[in-house]
């Protein structure tokens, strides 16, 4: 997987271990996941070992005990090959391991992406194709990917299973030191020149490869194009000039051999970081690691892989760029984005790094930073763009104010407001309950629970010690904030000083601006067609057979059934016995529902409400999103935005207000609708979190119609940017709208039709009458009788909160009308819509097909369950991904009863759908085995049985009414599922013909080929320009 270098406005945090670095995988905020109710740091490393000792090849250079995290890093160097190994070593059993090297490349060819795939298409000891793939599905795994970044390679994973990590750690190893290469893997998930169809030596020659069209798919978004494009001109003189995760105009330029090379050179011992976490044993891993792979290499000079710093420049520069036109954008006027970008300090002094975080906060998080209030109260653009903020994953780390939804002529306005902004914190400074309420919310994140702990920990030390940095000293985060408070107090003027520094007289700045073009993406598909035509004409005629025979010959291979055998595996009898159970209480305070989990949150309060929105009228509720966006945005009675927004982070994690649709867990057509809010705040603030809830129901204001304005246009933005990175979700809420009432509903709430409902709101040169409707709907919902919550809190502080909890709740308006759920019930979708083609100017596709089948507690749930992971791995991800290229493809259920086929950045359309409609075809052919049903289970507990933060438990009876005898009866309906029961489910809900509901949708460029399905009554729908408005 290539990890973007999108850049995020809480980057420091994330080198810090506090943060989400939201472009890896689904990680949650990184935060403390203590296993017992009196965390203490964990000993065991601390009192078994020695500075100094040798252990199993490796010499103890430090051991450093870290209270705030309660665990005891342990930092080793291999003898024999200079290898660096960080183990932390802490009570928690979901453990970690990874493998990382730094990959610095000199072109944009993605040669370390590619070989990133290319490892983990069979090893030494593992010579099957793909036993990455095929671990997915023999595992317990909490987490398995493998990534790359703009200067390194990881392949990191996470289970609670002592065997599985040995197991996981066996194939990891494997697969990095000892991989195949093959030439023909290289084809497959490189690139490659094939025949449009395999089988037909007159059909059309293209590009094909899962890496090359993985990255056609990453530059479909115009902020990948703008990030990517700020990186490489910022740091310009090496690694970070080129595109480690590939351009696909160079592609196709990368040879067998380069790859080849560039794996001798690092994937070298000398050039690896070893990381583990958890509480299994230390000296396991080394063991392991030492004797059955490092002891038999030497050292190596890898000297040619470190990154230099870059040289500063002499005078700031200036770029402009083009991108291609977005139809999903309200004001076509406004499709241009700008960037401010100025190269600060290395980022291996974390002081520093710490410092300039803190700066970016007070300068850009929220309405009290002094550019929030200069370039987006005052609707020069849409609002700040995804890059904005302190970036800290690079050797040299960039300080960034980008701003989307800005008109081109407006760009010198921009640049202006920019330095006078500058001089203005210059002359005014910071007040200190800003800088206070920045620190709070550091302490408090680091207090916040979190099941990835030690994944999150990893991720965020990573680039830091890519660099050869002190992470030891990176995980001490009261020194830091100990040292910044000392620094301050001493020079009052520090901060200002930073300023000065960095965004003053700082002449390593860029100046990045990026405006459509309508010619945009022809140009690209012509530079794509000139590059195929060139590597066309330079074949000679037994060359262009080899085409078709080298294509054939991928194809055999592709449809080999071969012995996996040698892969390890769990089986059923490694699963628990039983669900984790825990204790829930029902009471009630002040007539309001309460769920009340007592729970080791490590001095957290955890809040959770429901506001029931069944007494909306249809017009209203359309509107939920956008007031869930601006509820707690715009004020109350007794204070403005800005200083309810200051309140909030100075006492709690923020209030938040999201949709909540959920369906009932036996019938299709009844759900739940309703808000949900949350908060936590460590304990000692809960009373002032009750006392902001009870401002915000009872006071909330919702008048001020510039501030409304601004924030639509900003949410129209935003929705805009992540349409490409996640299409793929998109398209099955699509497609599940036209199946299903429950989908029909979240469509309108969270998928395109709300997207573009969006467009049409922000476009409306008067917005006072949604507001009125805005303020129509607090009205009717923020009051006791919609209201159930839930609370998670410690024994030690639950009488207290409790009595806060009841007179916040006292203070409410309304009484409570009824103790359970208000469930909405609707009839079966009766439309002749079944399949819908929304065109987008992308280079790729992202197609579903949905099949309605039954609720959560039906008896065929289970079998559907087990049939929608083992189809994925026996039949979608060999169509879709080896042979169609695409970079991703399979199946799930949801609990709403939808069998949700996908596709990601996927070259193909309609042969897409053809496999999903012949899935029932290869059923009736294949023989599925006793190890693929095994592993289709266990593919499905890792997500049922993985690990729950303490702060999050409870919550799916609360939110979904899914109660812990439920779950224990689902896991061992699981477990008994035979092939037969998966056949039969096949056959009445998959095969051709079945009676059942069936919608589909595919997102991406024109296609024509749809119209030759014609009873699946495909409907296109156009965005065109002349959807959008032009502002006044």
């Not at 850009?364 to 609002?383: C, E, M, Q, R, W």
């Not at 006292?810 to 409570?816: E, H, I, R």
Request: aromatic share 8%; hydrophobic share 35%.
């Amino acid at each position: 997987m290539f990890r973007h270098p999108v850049i995020t406005r809480k980057s420091w945090l994330k080198s810090l271990g506090l943060l989400n670095k939201t472009k890896f995988h689904a990680v949650t905020s990184l935060s403390l996941h203590t296993s017992n109710k009196d965390a203490s740091v964990a000993s065991n490393a601390a009192t078994q070992y020695k500075e100094g000792q040798v252990i199993e090849g490796f010499v103890i250079d430090e051991i450093t005990p870290v209270k705030e995290m309660f665990l005891t890093a342990v930092k080793l160097t291999h003898l024999n090959t200079g290898a660096q190994y960080l183990h932390l070593d802490r009570d928690d059993s979901n453990n970690v391991f990874s493998i990382n090297f730094r990959t610095t490349p000199k072109d944009s060819t993605g040669l370390p992406h590619i070989l990133e795939h290319l490892s983990l298409c069979g090893s030494e000891t593992y010579p099957c194709k793909e036993p990455f793939f095929k671990m997915l599905r023999r595992s317990l795994a909490t987490f398995m990917n493998a990534m790359t970044a703009p200067d390194y390679t990881m392949y990191p994973f996470s289970t609670q299973n002592f065997q599985d990590y040995q197991n996981l750690q066996s194939v990891y190893m494997d697969s990095v030191f000892k991989p195949k290469l093959r030439e023909l893997d290289f084809a497959q998930e490189g690139w490659r020149l094939e025949h449009t169809d395999p089988n037909d030596k007159n059909s059309p020659i293209i590009f094909k490869g899962v890496v090359f069209n993985e990255m056609k798919g990453v530059f479909n978004s115009n902020q990948n194009i703008f990030a990517t494009q700020l990186l490489n001109s910022i740091l310009p003189s090496h690694t970070y000039g080129v595109i480690s995760g590939g351009d696909p105009a160079e592609i196709p330029l990368l040879k067998h051999q380069d790859l080849v090379d560039f794996h001798s050179t690092h994937y070298h011992p000398s050039n690896s970081r070893f990381f583990s976490y958890g509480n299994f044993p230390l000296k396991d891993h080394l063991k392991f690691v030492n004797n059955k792979y490092l002891a038999s290499y030497d050292k190596k000079d890898t000297s040619e892989t470190i990154v230099p710093s870059e040289k500063r420049w002499d005078a700031p520069r200036r770029k402009h760029i083009e991108c291609r036109p977005d139809p999903l954008i309200a004001d076509s006027s406004r499709q241009n984005s700008i960037a401010i970008a100025s190269l600060c300090n290395e980022i291996n002094d974390i002081q520093e790094c710490f410092n300039i975080y803190i700066l970016s906060q007070l300068l850009l998080d929220g309405p009290n930073s002094a550019f929030y209030k200069s370039l987006v109260d005052t609707n020069i653009g849409t609002g700040f763009g995804p890059m904005t903020g302190y970036e800290s994953q690079c050797k040299d780390t960039i300080f960034i104010v980008s701003l989307q939804g800005v008109q081109e002529k407006d760009f010198k306005t921009v640049e202006e407001i920019y330095n006078k902004t500058v001089e203005k914190v210059i002359e005014e400074g910071f007040s200190k309950d800003h800088i206070e309420t920045i620190l709070h919310g550091i302490e408090l994140h680091m207090k916040h629970q979190s099941s990835n702990f030690g994944l999150n920990l990893l991720f965020n030390v990573s680039p830091l010690w890519n660099h050869d940095g002190d992470i030891i000293d990176s995980l001490k985060v009261n020194e830091a904030i100990k040292t910044f408070r000392e620094t301050i107090e001493k020079d009052p003027k520090y901060l200002v000083s930073l300023v000065e520094k960095y965004l003053l007289k700082n002449n390593h700045k860029l100046v990045l601006t990026m405006s459509p073009n309508p010619e945009y993406e022809t140009r690209v598909a012509e530079a794509e067609k000139k590059l195929l035509e060139s590597k066309l004409q330079s074949l000679t005629p037994q060359q262009k057979e080899e085409v078709y025979t080298k294509g054939q010959l991928l194809l055999k291979e592709q449809e080999k059934v071969e012995d996996d055998g040698s892969l390890p595996s769990l089986s059923i009898k490694d699963l628990k016995k039983d669900v984790d159970r825990y204790n829930l209480i029902d009471v009630e305070l002040s007539q309001v529902p309460v769920q009340l989990a007592v729970q080791p949150t490590n001095g957290v309060c955890y809040y959770r409400g429901i506001l029931n929105t069944h007494s909306l009228s249809n017009e209203l509720k359309s509107l939920l999103p956008i007031f869930n966006n601006v509820v707690v945005r715009m004020g109350t009675k007794n204070h403005d935005y800005r200083s309810l927004d200051r309140l909030i982070n100075l006492k709690t994690g923020g209030l938040h207000f999201s949709n909540h649709v959920v369906e009932k867990k036996d019938d299709l057509n009844k759900y739940e609708q309703g808000i949900i809010i949350s908060s936590y705040c460590l304990e000692q603030n809960s009373n002032e979190m009750w006392k902001l809830w009870e401002e915000l129901f009872n006071r909330v204001k919702l008048t001020d119609l510039p501030r409304f304005e601004t924030l639509v246009k900003m949410i129209a933005a935003d929705l805009t940017n992540g349409i490409t990175q996640s299409g793929h979700l998109y398209a099955m809420s699509s497609a599940a709208s036209l199946v299903s009432p429950v989908a029909m509903l979240k469509e309108s709430l969270s998928g395109l039709e709300y997207v573009n409902r969006m467009k049409y709101i922000a476009q409306m040169k008067d917005l006072s009458p949604v507001l009125s409707q805005i303020q129509e709907i607090a009205s009717q919902v923020l009051q006791k009788s919609q209201l159930r919550s839930a609370i998670n809190l410690t024994e030690e502080s639950k009488e207290n909160i409790l009595k806060g909890m009841e007179q916040f709740y006292s203070a409410l308006k309304g009484s409570q009308v009824s103790k359970e759920p208000t469930i909405t019930s609707n009839g079966p979708l009766n439309s002749n819509n079944t399949a819908i083609h929304h065109v987008l100017p992308c280079s790729v596709n992202y197609a579903s097909k949905i099949v309605l089948t039954v609720p959560y507690s039906h008896p065929e749930h289970a079998p559907l369950r087990v049939l929608s992971k083992l189809i994925s791995s026996i039949y979608l991800h060999p169509e879709i991904r080896e042979k169609g290229g695409a970079y991703g493809g399979g199946a799930k259920l949801a609990a709403d009863g939808c069998f949700m086929y996908y596709s990601y950045r996927d070259p193909n359309s309609t042969r897409t759908f053809d496999i999903f409609d012949e899935t029932y075809d290869f059923l009736t052919k294949y023989n599925i085995s006793d190890a693929e049903m095994v592993e289709a289970k266990l593919g499905l507990f890792q997500a049922i049985d993985g690990p729950v933060a303490p702060g999050s438990r409870g919550m799916t009876k609360f939110t979904h009414g899914v109660s812990y005898d439920d779950i224990q009866k689902h896991r061992e309906l699981i477990k008994s599922v035979t092939k037969e029961q998966l056949m039969e489910v096949a056959g009445k809900y998959l095969k051709s013909g079945a009676n059942a509901q069936v919608g589909r949708a595919l997102i991406g460029p024109q296609n024509s080929d749809l119209l030759a399905r014609q009873s699946e009554n495909w409907v296109v729908h156009e965005q065109d320009e002349q959807d959008q408005a032009q502002a006044i």
